[in-house]
């Protein structure tokens, strides 16, 4: 049982929409059945084996629940050979914008945040729509670059969270 596919080891068809209540209910029936302490009695082999499944099924999980990970996910699945970290966007404008939205962060007062917060999960909703449109047509480059975008929002959204919190 390998983590290649972590929609196969948590039985869900490969789509980007996932039903958290689901993944969070296989992930405990997947730990409960593979925790290494179940396998106490057991030969060194089936221990290891054990161990090597439940961290399978802990990164599978944090890969199904986190949409910027799952959708670089299902690129790869596609047969895309997709490394977030290293991709390089074909859309100029993108740092520009990303840039503007920065500002906005950190030039915006405290009482202002949760409009900025409202308008970019508002934004990233649409981005996932956009996503889940181009991997149904398999146009593989042009969802590359949603998750691209997806994933500055979701930086900017975790540093708002931040900002309220802390001031």
Excluded: C
């Excluded at 009695?41 to 199904?64: C, F, G």
């Excluded at 991709?87 to 100029?92: L, N, V």
């Excluded at 202002?112 to 970019?120: F, G, K, S």
Aim: glycine fraction near 2%; proline fraction near 2%.
């Amino acid at each position: 049982m390998t983590m290649n596919n972590p929609f196969q080891l948590f039985g869900l068809a490969q789509h980007y929409q996932v039903d958290e209540q689901v993944v969070m209910d296989k992930y405990l029936d997947l730990q409960k059945q593979f925790h290494p302490d179940n396998f106490a009695s057991r030969t060194a082999k089936e221990k290891l084996m054990a161990t090597q499944i439940s961290a399978n099924v802990a990164a599978a999980y944090n890969i199904l629940l986190d949409p910027v990970k799952r959708a670089s996910a299902l690129l790869n699945l596609k047969g895309m050979s997709f490394d977030l970290e290293n991709y390089i966007s074909r859309d100029k404008m993108l740092l520009m914008e990303q840039m503007t939205l920065r500002e906005q962060l950190e030039d915006s007062e405290i009482t202002r945040l949760p409009n900025l917060r409202e308008r970019w999960e508002s934004d990233f909703s649409r981005l996932e729509e956009s996503l889940t449109n181009y991997l149904a047509q398999e146009q593989l480059e042009d969802a590359a670059e949603v998750v691209l975008k997806m994933r500055y929002y979701q930086k900017l959204l975790t540093e708002l969270k931040h900002k309220s919190q802390h001031g």
